[in-house]
């Protein structure tokens, strides 16, 4: 049965300072090592065990795939890297405390940019000190200057679609390791919620989240491993 495995990033040092951070390379707290590890050791425990696995280029994810796979071991598994998993693109907000934001252009204003569906944060100005444009990483990819959720699913779906599912379809147990809005992505297509309950949906950091196919390669419950 084709098994699909979602793990957000374990804690990273600008979740724990309360800062935007969206493309902006942030490393794992100690708490977010512990929370990928123990997301690894989830997975051994249950016997659901990778064996392909795909992820962003941000290195917070990145790190928490290989804590977790070698906490279940399974380091040795493929493994494709690729931009479009990277976190939604937070644009002029990108490395602003949330808190102090909301005290200078007010809580709802602020709810609007994080929150709704369609409407994205000011653009991030070019030449800005999270300008990613000398960025290896991206050269030859269009950079967003900023986005909104339903930007982010416009580019997380069509890689779904094209490089993970056929992947999943072959029988593969498939773990995704990226962040908040590209799984939020994803989680939107598979479980069909709507445009205006989406953005609610909080996915915690480092817990596995699971759903198994049927042969026609309907998706079944989302459920997280440790309920299971």
């Known amino acids: 049965m084709p098994t699909l495995i979602l793990v957000r990033h374990g804690q990273s040092q600008w979740n724990l300072e309360n800062r935007f951070t969206g493309w902006w390379d942030v490393d794992l707290t100690e708490k977010g090592v512990a929370e990928a590890t123990a997301a690894g050791e989830l997975l051994a425990k249950k016997g659901v065990l990778p064996t392909v696995a795909f992820t962003s280029v941000q290195t917070r994810a990145i790190k928490t795939l290989h804590l977790a796979l070698e906490a279940c071991g399974r380091l040795w598994i493929p493994e494709t890297k690729d ?11 990108t490395g602003l405390n949330k808190a102090e934001t909301a005290e200078k252009h007010g809580e709802e204003q602020v709810k609007i940019w994080r929150r709704s569906f369609d409407t994205p944060p000011p653009p991030l100005d070019a030449g800005s000190e ?8 991206y050269a030859g990819i269009p950079i967003p200057n900023t986005e909104s959720l339903k930007l982010t699913i416009e580019r997380v779906l069509p890689y779904w679609e094209s490089d993970i599912l056929p992947v999943l379809a072959s029988g593969e147990t498939v773990m995704i390791s990226a962040h908040g809005n590209s799984l939020r992505a994803l989680v939107k297509h598979l479980s069909g919620i709507a445009d205006a309950d989406i953005t609610e949906l909080e996915i915690p950091t480092g817990e596995p989240i699971v759903y198994q196919f049927d042969d026609s390669m309907t998706p079944g419950e989302r459920r997280y491993l440790k309920d299971t």
């Open 83 to 93: 931009w479009r998993l990277n976190e939604r693109h937070y644009g002029g907000l």
């Open 130 to 137: 999270f300008d990613l444009g000398a960025d290896a990483r």
